[in-house]
């Protein structure tokens, strides 16, 4: 078995060529596409000099953003199976092949992708990809303005981290990112193709996971297969995930029903948000050490999420006195407060210690 490897280039050319040697290791990648996004002679330069002459390099004449790219050259691979790996992604040593493997034993799976490590020490876990079908926005809605139904998404999606975390075998998911997933091309053309045009960045994958689903394919978490992704976060990331969330609400929430619902959404107030009286975490003094208290020394889950709830957070297992965020993983989340706690590695997270964490430069 071989596959397709596609990685879309916007302005990270030193970060593509790492994504590629990633790939490098693994006999099975036949075939590289790098499309670049970047509309810079240095950055098409830079990638002609340090890709390894295989590699098919696409420079785009306009930016056709990440589903544009993708689409590009899945129109000109013709593998059975395709990569698509974002340029902070790191494949390790034989997930590719695991990834195969998976797909093979399962002619009814149309999508597998690894386990994802925020780290290169592998110690802070990605959590679960969201899938934002229709159940799944109107309880997301109305847990943002309700307290009790908020405290109710937060429990089930410690849950589903924890099963997710500590998986041992495939499963079944909702959704996968496209950041690192490996597609069945038949199962992606019956489902209309790889991704609808309409979309530029975000939101794509979302879509693509959808119409799989509607067509009867599974989705599968293979957790023998690792990856590193090098995950940041930052205002400008926001900005860009609510400026695609208007093509995937056309697409899937259309209809007077779903208009009268966000008018409805709209008189509701944001249920209060409690972080006053956390502490604050420096996030620019190097690692930050949290000692752990007694009661959690002999096991303890550490959560670093963007929002108060915990809904998403990447998650590190450990036991001992002392649970440590490196410098390198604070480095990717910035521009704005984010979230830490350390409790027990259970469905409940009682006792706990929370705490706001801040760049203090950026204050």
Not at 157 to 172: E, G, I, M, V
Not at 303 to 315: D, K, L, T, Y
């Amino acid at each position: 078995m071989s596959c397709a490897a596609i990685i879309v280039n916007y302005r990270t050319a030193a970060l593509t060529v790492g994504a590629v040697q990633s790939l490098a290791a693994h006999p099975a990648c036949s075939e590289i596409h790098v499309v670049d996004n970047s509309l810079q002679a240095d950055e098409a330069a830079y990638l002609r000099q340090h890709l390894p002459a295989p590699v098919k390099l696409h420079v785009a004449e306009d930016n056709l953003g990440f589903a544009g790219g993708c689409n590009l050259a899945f129109e000109r691979c013709h593998s059975e199976y395709v990569l698509l790996l974002n340029p902070d992604a790191r494949l390790l040593p034989h997930a590719l092949q695991k990834l195969l493997a998976c797909l093979n034993e399962h002619p009814g799976a149309a999508a597998v992708g690894p386990r994802i490590f925020w780290d290169d020490a592998r110690r802070f876990l990605l959590p679960p990809t969201t899938f934002p079908g229709r159940p799944e926005y109107v309880f997301d809605q109305l847990a943002g303005r309700f307290a009790a139904l908020g405290h109710l998404r937060a429990a089930l999606f410690r849950r589903k981290s924890l099963k997710q975390w500590r998986a041992t075998r495939a499963f079944p998911v909702a959704a996968l990112s496209g950041g690192h997933v490996l597609l069945r091309r038949s199962a992606v053309e019956q489902a209309g193709g790889l991704f609808d045009p309409a979309f530029f960045m975000y939101w794509e994958d979302s879509d693509l996971m959808r119409r799989l689903r509607d067509a009867g394919y599974a989705l599968l978490l293979e957790p023998e297969a690792t990856c590193i992704h090098h995950y940041d976060h930052h205002p400008g990331k926001d900005r860009l995930i609510s400026e695609g969330w208007p093509a995937y609400a056309a697409k899937h929430f259309a209809g007077w029903g779903w208009r009268a619902f966000d008018r409805l959404l709209g008189r509701l107030k944001p249920a209060a948000t409690e972080t006053a009286g956390w502490p604050v975490l420096d996030l620019d003094g190097g690692d930050v050490a949290i000692p752990v208290p007694p009661i959690l020394q002999t096991g303890w889950l550490l959560e670093f999420s963007p929002a108060p709830s915990f809904v998403p957070s990447m998650g590190q297992f450990g036991e001992g006195s002392v649970a440590t965020i490196a410098a390198t993983c604070a480095s990717h989340f910035r521009g704005r407060d984010y979230y830490v706690r350390l409790s027990p590695p259970t469905d409940s997270p009682s006792p706990c210690l929370r705490f706001v964490a801040r760049h203090a430069a950026e204050s």
